[in-house]
């Protein structure tokens, strides 16, 4: 099969999380994410190998417990997901799915608050050396404390994803 191919599929897979308003369990996304990184990792590896590497990683050690996913999470990655679709530059296409990860595996408020530099949206991060939650602007990279919410100009990169654990230690709140 051609890379045409594994893109259809790639989507085909993805589709589930997206066609209907139904609230969706973790697991059932968790599963249609992985069914679809079979059809597509051996091609985005190629366009982004660090992206590759850290979210392979990523997709194997994942508690489905300790992840968040809003329904908001859900209609905002729902918008890069309708452009995938339509998408025929490989290149453009991965970084749809690319986005489309971030906005599902990565917790954001997107609907309810912005970068106060440029209104992107932020994700939600934990230094793990600070032990303290941080914000980044997907757009700018600005990076906020994620319960002051003062700029942080210096910090690790010793960061993760933030955890249910790491939201619900730091009093953040979000509707399912």
């Known amino acids: 099969m051609n890379i045409y191919g594994h893109t259809k599929n790639a989507t085909q897979e993805l589709r589930h999380i997206f066609n209907n308003d139904n609230k969706k369990d973790i697991n059932s996304i968790l599963l249609a994410i992985k069914s679809s990184w079979r059809f ?10 660090e992206w590759t590497i850290e979210f392979s990683t990523k997709l194997n050690i994942i508690n489905p417990e300790e992840l968040v996913i809003t329904s908001n999470m859900i209609s905002n990655a729902r ?5 995938m679709e339509q998408e025929r530059e490989i290149k453009t296409y991965m970084m749809y799915f690319i986005w489309i990860m971030n906005k599902l595996l990565i917790f954001n408020k997107s ?4 970068c106060r530099v440029c209104q992107g949206e932020l994700y939600y991060y934990f230094d793990i ?3 303290i939650l941080i914000k980044e602007c997907g757009t700018c990279s600005s990076w906020y404390h994620g319960k002051s919410d003062n700029t942080i100009k210096e910090f690790t990169k010793n960061i993760r994803p933030a955890t249910r654990t790491d ?4 009093k953040i709140s979000w509707n399912a």
């Open 79 to 83: 918008r890069s997901f309708i452009s």
């Open 40 to 49: 597509i990792h051996k091609y985005i590896k190629n366009i982004h190998p």
């Open 111 to 114: 609907d309810e608050e912005g």
């Open 129 to 131: 050396e600070h032990d």
């Open 167 to 170: 939201l619900i230690d730091n």
